[in-house]
């Protein structure tokens, strides 16, 4: 309960209290949202871990604008696929905006996904029990680079056409699969219109449809674990003390099992007991 919600309550706030109540009575959207937004939270939360939400803001704008962007484009590789570039910058209502929105917003998922993974490197939030929220994550990161090359390619330009031609050479070149990773990116042996429509299905439905369903995975992992508390956190150095502390006292045990292992009376000083860190 907060203030707002002390003293009477209008019509307008009575009407909406009502409806939500008739939609929560029978879906319970009510305690789902609660169960999925209202959560504790580690003390010294910070900023620095917003940064995977912000990640998943901005490829919620990519998708809004490129949705946008795909009502205009025509992957055609005989000058319309240029000429509807040039349409939407020029011509279309806002589609500069529409445009720059989604060719900037590349660059800024990318570093910002690379931000994010420095955070969980740096603090170690990789480790035990979050390992699969790394793995989600790294494919997270080649889903996201790889919406960048196959984006660069639809503007089908000169600088496009031979940037990406020696990207797909440099997958090419790998041992053994390389050859057939070529193939496949190049829809043939050669660039050409399946080359451009290959890559036109690839940004469009496949990549975005693996970004959302591992981001759903993401979530999940991040849901079931809670995020991580930072380094400095007094709480998690306690409990690595305690850890150490355990670590050292079964050590000290297994030695003094060993045979020849010299026992001191009660009350001697071993230099082995207490707190000797
Ligand atoms: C599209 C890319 C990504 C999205 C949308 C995303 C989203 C998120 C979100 C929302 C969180 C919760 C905390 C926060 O907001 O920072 C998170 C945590 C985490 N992410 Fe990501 N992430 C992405 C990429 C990555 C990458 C590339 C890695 C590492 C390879 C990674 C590893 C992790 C780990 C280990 C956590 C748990 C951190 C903790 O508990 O402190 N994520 N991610």
């Known amino acids: 309960m907060t203030t707002k919600d002390i003293g009477p309550k209008g019509t307008v706030q009575k009407s909406a209290e009502g409806a939500l109540d008739f939609v929560d009575e029978r879906s319970g959207v009510k305690t789902g949202a609660r169960w999925f937004l209202f959560r504790n939270i ?3 939360t910070s900023w620095f871990q917003t940064l995977g939400f912000t990640a998943m803001v901005v490829f919620g704008m990519q998708a809004i604008t490129g949705i946008i962007l795909a009502m205009y484009y025509v992957p055609d590789t005989s000058g319309g696929a240029y000429a509807s570039i040039q349409r939407i910058t020029e011509e279309v209502t806002w589609g ?7 060719k900037w917003g590349a660059s800024v998922m990318i570093i910002v996904v690379f931000l994010h993974m420095a955070r969980v490197f740096i603090w170690g939030s990789y480790k035990y029990p979050r390992e699969l929220t790394w793995v989600t994550g790294a494919v997270l990161l080649m889903f996201t680079l790889f919406m960048g090359l196959t ?3 639809l503007v089908w330009d000169q600088k496009a056409y031979w940037a990406t031609v020696v990207a797909v050479n440099i997958f090419a070149s ?9 193939d496949i990116l190049r829809a043939g042996p050669e660039f050409g219109p399946s080359t451009l ?4 299905s ?8 693996g ?3 591992f981001i759903g995975l993401h979530l999940y992992f991040i849901m079931r674990l809670g995020i991580s508390e930072p380094p400095w956190a007094k709480r998690r150095l306690r409990i690595e003390r305690d850890e150490e502390d355990a670590r050292r006292r079964a050590a000290r045990e297994q030695a003094a099992a060993l045979p020849g292992t010299v026992t001191y009376p009660a009350g001697a000083p071993t230099g082995a007991g207490g707190d000797d860190r």
């Open 96 to 102: 500069w905006m529409v445009r720059g929105m989604h």
């Open 174 to 182: 790998a041992p053994i699969v390389g050859p057939y990773i070529g």
């Open 151 to 153: 984006g660069y390619l």
């Open 42 to 44: 580690p003390a010294g």
């Open 202 to 209: 690839i940004h469009m439905l496949v990549i975005p449809a």
């Open 211 to 213: 970004i959302a369903a």
């Open 197 to 200: 429509s290959r890559f036109y």
